[in-house]
């Protein structure tokens, strides 16, 4: 199994990045996914996930929420986190991770028992003029 995280870059604050976790070997479909990030000197947080297709629903970090859609294309295998009006404190890696439920906790500060152990190497998001 692969996944990948992409789409991270360098943009100006105000600005906008897709970015996209793409599965190979492994159908996101069934599993609720999360998108996570870690700032320096952070701990790693839960910014956005998304329920399985049978059970739908999405949830955001109060932070993120109004800024941030998280949707699936299943025909591609891919999750995505749309990320608009960014600000400098959105800088972090970022992470996909599908989880072993197929539905979200609802509290994004509450662990979540994600399906692999590794984070793998994420995508970087600097946001800075």
């Known amino acids: 199994v692969q996944l990948q995280a992409s789409g991270g870059g360098l943009v100006q604050p105000g600005g906008s990045l897709k970015l996209s976790c793409a599965a190979h070997g492994l159908a996101l479909d069934y599993y609720a996914i999360g998108w996570f990030r870690q700032a320096p000197g952070k701990e790693r947080e839960r910014v956005s996930c998304?329920?399985?297709?049978?059970?739908?629903?999405?949830y955001y970090t109060e932070s993120v929420k109004g800024r941030f859609t998280i949707s699936r294309d299943s025909a591609k295998n891919t999750v995505y986190l749309q990320m608009n009006s960014l600000k400098p404190e959105d800088t972090a890696h970022y992470y996909c991770?599908?989880?072993?439920?197929?539905?979200?906790?609802?509290?994004?500060?509450?662990?979540?028992?994600?399906?692999?152990?590794?984070w793998g190497q994420g995508t970087l998001v600097t946001v800075s003029s």
């Open positions: 998304i329920n399985s297709v049978q059970h739908e629903s999405t």
């Open positions: 991770a599908p989880m072993v439920d197929v539905t979200c906790v609802v509290d994004p500060g509450t662990d979540q028992e994600r399906l692999f152990d590794s």
